[in-house]
């Protein structure tokens, strides 16, 4: 494998004696379509946010790009090439659908706030914001406030605005829940096509029958820790995940 | 121009400056500051310092924007451990805290202020005319901010301060940007005050004041440039205009304010333009 885009060493992280993230290593090579699942508390959301930077870990290492990030804020990774969105969605609600993408897309103009300042162009943002709108199938919706979006079209912009920033690797945590399933397959299909134009993708999601189709490599997290790890269709068979799961959609899955 | 009318319309044009440049903490940025007095006593009694020791107007007017500013950098780093709510709280702490602190300096004048002020030498019309000539300016830079890239940030940070981290904006340094840019005005207004009045006691930069002026930007329409501007002149001519307001300043404006974030919480910019998205213009 060429040098990891990302790479997780030994994290872990606990809240109140709670271990929500224990020990977890795993590398993403360039280009790479890693899918994340695990029950509801497994703590596939806070592994998200420590790789992006929101949460510190108590102990372990994140790496972007050959790059030790750990105790990087948020910002910095960003501008190292990190993406995500958010499995809550958190658009901009008081700007337009447009504005939320062109300010992901100016983000170099806004690293220093003085810099910021004596610039006023947004013209080859908005140029860029709408092909990505395009893109990620929101045309149309331009002029609208992000405020007054469904949330299929949110999970959509928060797409968008991930890809504004012209990431390396972009985390996504669940960006087909509470869509329908025609909507979650072209999402799906729409994440594909971001990934086959070069971006390294890790997708956090309980949708199993999309995140199986999409994914090359499945890792599966259960009470914080790596249970399954590998070839999708060879993971979802392990025992231990099965159990984990316990449920139905690994019955549905192995019978389909 | 009677005398009356060029005092009044200084009074207008130092709180235009006031009130705008609290809008760009508070409306532009979202740091809530009920301590904007502390900034422009501050300012004030640098300026009123450094008169009487070179008796040279640009020199002052610096002074009183370099002192707003420190000041307001420093109650800016505090901010970053509060969230907004309790930097409310601080704040008003922070008004408190200054005017006892003057009360007890005898070389600020303590209760009694410094009186001593040599006059700018412009006369009072050309005291009024710079006032307004910075209240212009004050306008023009708030809008020309929110115009731009940083501008465009503040709304991010005002709104999500962790949504904009993911898209690369540090909303530290945009906090403190916001704080050093709105208090070295507050402290520019201070000194102006000091020039115009000749004599400056701490009464004038209590909390009060401060309450005053986040009515002038709740009204106005937060994050509005020319809605507040437009909220700190009536608000400054009404108490003029109608006496015995004066006597109840606190009460008038703390529920004017009440009234306008319950009822309005857009501000006359909204009720005028109808929809939030304007409401930044
Ligand atoms: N900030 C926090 N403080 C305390 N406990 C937390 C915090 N964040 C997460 N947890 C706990 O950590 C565990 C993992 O939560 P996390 O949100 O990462 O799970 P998840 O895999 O994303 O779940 P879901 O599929 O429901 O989104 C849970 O037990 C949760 O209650
Ligand atoms: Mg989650």
Known sequence: MNAPVLALHNLAI????????????FAIGRGDFFGLIGPNGAGKTTLIRLISGILTPNSGRVELLGEDVTHRSTATRVRRGLALTHQIVRPFRTMSVLDNVVLAAGHMRTVDPLRALLQMDRHAERERAMSILRQVGLAGAETKLAGSLPLGQLKRLEIARALALDP??????????????????????????????????????????????ASRRLIVLANGRVIGDGVPHDVMRQQDVRAAYLGESVETYAAG | MSAYTISLLSIVGINVILAVSLNIISGFCGQISLGHGAFYGAGAYAAALVAIATRNLPLALIAGMLVGSVLGLIVGFASLRVRSDFLAVTT???????????????????????SSIPASGLGASGNMIMIELFAAATIALSLYVNASWMGFAFRAVAEDEDAAATLAINGISYKLVAFALGTAL??????????????????????????????????????STVGVAIAAIVLTLLPETFRFINEYRLLVF???????????PGGLASLFHGTRTRLRR
């Open chain 2, 254 to 264: 703390g529920g004017l304010l009440v009234l306008f974030i319950s009822l309005a």
């Open chain 1, 14 to 25: 606990s809240f109140g004696g709670v271990a929500a993230v224990d020990d977890v290593s």
């Open chain 2, 186 to 223: 507050a402290g520019l207004a201070g000194a102006l005050y000091a020039y115009f009045t000749q004599f400056i006691n701490v009464d004038a930069f209590d909390f009060i004041t401060s309450v005053m002026l986040m009515a002038m930007v709740v009204i106005g329409g937060i994050g």
């Open chain 1, 168 to 213: 390396t690797v972009v985390l996504l945590d669940e960006p087909l829940a509470g869509l329908n399933n025609s909507e979650a397959a072209e999402q799906i299909d729409m994440i594909a096509g971001v990934n086959a134009s070069g971006v390294t993708i890790l997708l956090v999601e309980h949708n199993l029958e999309e995140v199986i189709r």
């Open chain 2, 92 to 114: 008003i702490g922070i008004n408190f805290l200054f005017t006892g602190f003057v009360r007890k300096q005898g070389w600020l004048g303590a209760e009694m202020g410094i």
